[in-house]
């Protein structure tokens, strides 16, 4: 029996809905109010690392609502996006339809095709920059050790892949039945329920079959014929809290060891080895 069989099928396109990509994926609320013209705070720092200048191509892999290929577009990159979900790709096309590219401040072509990331229709050499933003999670290993192997295909030789992916999984493995245990005693417990993968959103226990760390992304791009840096950061927490509470949290965010169990977002910026 192939690995394939063995770990069984992808995920199904079909939860990948419409409801899902303005109710529950990464940056809906700012994507629902501008429609693609802004970036969440999660995707602009991913976009950013990408450096992305005029001239370029850039592949989006998960292009999901279509926002990062606007942006792309507006800095004057030809932007091409692919996603295997017929739903991101309808959404995509509507972004990009919405997109004057004739305009004097739209230079960059886009372009948008439903595609599996293991099977990329594109030339060898060809992209000055890959993005894959909120995707690894959703890849079974076997999945995203194939689609590595076509994004490096694809990449140049100076090229230049950018990744995002969430949560930290060392914190919902290691780290959030602690955190859950002492929100609870604080009477907050209603909001952190028992599988840490519905934390904010339920859907995520539907859809997130591989989680990573930053050792197991580190290995992963490795693996794949890729070096680079990986990463973890943690969105803003502006809360209003004690000084002790502040200190505790500067110390186990900030510090190694505990930091690497409880920053939340793992990023990662690799080219080819």
Same mark, same amino acid.
């Given at each position: 029996?192939?690995?394939?069989?063995?770990?069984?099928?992808? *995920?199904?396109?079909?939860?990948?809905?419409? @409801?899902?990509?303005?109710?529950?994926?990464?940056?809906?609320?700012?994507?629902?109010?501008?429609?693609?013209?802004?970036?969440?705070?999660? %995707?602009?720092?991913?976009?950013?690392?990408?450096?992305?200048?005029?001239?370029?191509?850039?592949?989006?892999?998960?292009?999901?609502?279509?926002?990062?290929?606007?942006?792309?577009?507006?800095?004057?990159?030809?932007?091409?996006?692919?996603?295997?979900?017929?739903?991101? *790709?309808?959404?995509?096309?509507?972004?990009?339809?919405?997109?004057?590219?004739?305009?004097?401040?739209?230079?960059?072509?886009?372009?948008?095709?439903?595609?599996?990331?293991? $099977?990329?229709? =594109?030339?060898?050499?060809? =992209?000055?920059?890959?993005?894959? &933003?909120?995707?690894?999670?959703?890849?079974?290993?076997?999945?995203?050790?194939?689609? %590595?192997?076509?994004?490096?295909?694809?990449?140049?030789?100076?090229?230049?892949?950018?990744?995002?992916? /969430?949560? $930290?999984?060392?914190?919902?493995?290691?780290?959030?039945? &602690?955190?859950?245990?002492?929100?609870?005693?604080?009477?907050?417990?209603?909001?952190?329920?028992?599988?840490?993968?519905?934390?904010? *959103?339920?859907?995520?226990?539907?859809?997130?079959?591989?989680?990573?760390?930053?050792?197991?992304?580190?290995?992963?791009?490795?693996?794949?014929? =890729?070096?680079?840096?990986?990463?973890?950061?943690?969105?803003?927490?502006?809360?209003?809290?004690?000084?002790?509470?502040?200190?505790?949290?500067?110390? %186990? =965010?900030?510090?190694?060891?505990?930091?690497?169990?409880? @920053?939340?977002? *793992?990023?990662?910026? /690799?080219?080819?080895?």
């Amino acid at each position: 029996m192939s690995e394939k069989q063995q770990k069984g099928p992808a *995920v199904s396109p079909d939860l990948y809905t419409e @409801e899902y990509f303005r109710n529950a994926c990464e940056g809906y609320d700012v994507f629902n109010e501008s429609e693609g013209d802004r970036l969440s705070r999660r %995707l602009d720092a991913g976009f950013a690392l990408a450096e992305v200048t005029p001239g370029m191509k850039v592949l989006d892999v998960g292009c999901g609502r279509g926002e990062i290929l606007r942006h792309c577009a507006h800095l004057g990159a030809d932007a091409y996006g692919i996603d295997y979900a017929p739903v991101a *790709v309808q959404m995509s096309k509507e972004v990009v339809d919405a997109t004057d590219t004739e305009s004097d401040t739209v230079k960059g072509k886009i372009g948008v095709g439903q595609a599996d990331a293991k $099977n990329l229709p =594109f030339p060898s050499n060809y =992209f000055d920059r890959v993005l894959m &933003f909120d995707v690894v999670e959703h890849l079974y290993p076997w999945e995203l050790h194939e689609s %590595l192997l076509e994004i490096s295909r694809v990449m140049k030789p100076d090229g230049m892949f950018i990744v995002h992916t /969430a949560p $930290n999984v060392w914190y919902d493995r290691y780290v959030y039945r &602690f955190v859950r245990m002492f929100r609870r005693l604080q009477g907050n417990g209603a909001n952190y329920p028992k599988n840490p993968r519905e934390f904010i *959103v339920e859907h995520n226990a539907h859809v997130h079959v591989n989680e990573q760390s930053g050792l197991s992304m580190w290995t992963t791009l490795r693996k794949a014929g =890729f070096k680079g840096k990986v990463w973890l950061e943690s969105p803003p927490q502006n809360r209003e809290e004690s000084g002790v509470m502040a200190i505790m949290r500067h110390i %186990l =965010f900030k510090w190694p060891p505990f930091k690497w169990f409880f @920053e939340r977002e *793992v990023f990662a910026v /690799a080219r080819k080895a």
